[in-house]
């Protein structure tokens, strides 16, 4: 399903909530890159959500470290370390829904890159980035940035239709190279 068919804007959590109101299988945010005048790269890359750093891993770590000491007596401390404690496993909860989706993400980003890299395009890479349009898709999500506008050589590309037929029979192949590699490894 397309988010919409005509150049009505539609806001980032608009998109994601669409999608998960569908209960889609993958979302896949389509793009068209630009650059500063003055600097230049051409092609076509694809973005999913980064992962949390080592250095939120560690404070989540010494936060949980600090629980377990049984800091607080009375029933007001006591109440206040369950609320720290049951926050902190709907945090680690989601953390661990995430990451599974990062891990499913790569795997479509993955089969994106190697049908676009078959059909010629020029496929740049595979690239992490917190954009605020994947972390709302309840699925795995990939953000494909089509080509650099600012580039002419790109820009005529994707004034071409038959690139634009190219571009979308490649990102059509590559997703159903993904869907039917989960279902053979039973994968929701």
């Not at 494909?144 to 690139?163: H, P, Q, T, Y």
Request: aromatic share 6%; glycine share 6%.
């Amino acid at each position: 399903r397309l988010t919409r068919r005509d150049d009505t804007y539609l806001k980032l959590g608009e998109r994601t909530a669409l999608a998960n109101n569908w209960d889609a299988d993958l979302f896949v945010s389509l793009h068209c890159n630009a650059l500063p005048a003055g600097r230049h790269a051409k092609g076509i890359e694809i973005y999913l959500m980064a992962p949390p750093s080592d250095k939120d891993a560690m404070s989540l770590a010494i936060f949980e470290n600090k629980e377990i000491a049984g800091e607080g007596t009375n029933d007001s401390a006591a109440e206040v370390n369950a609320d720290k404690k049951t926050r902190l496993l709907l945090k680690i909860l989601g953390d661990m829904q995430q990451n599974d989706k990062i891990s499913e993400s790569t795997v479509v980003a993955e089969s994106l890159y190697n049908q676009a890299k078959k059909s010629g395009l020029d496929m740049k890479r595979v690239r992490q980035a917190p954009f605020f349009v994947l972390r709302g898709a309840g699925m795995p999500a990939v953000l494909v940035e089509m080509g650099f506008i600012s580039e002419r050589s790109d820009a005529n590309l994707l004034n071409s239709a038959a690139f634009r037929e190219k571009l979308a029979a490649s990102l059509a192949q590559g997703l159903v190279g993904y869907l039917n590699q989960t279902t053979r490894e039973g994968t929701p």
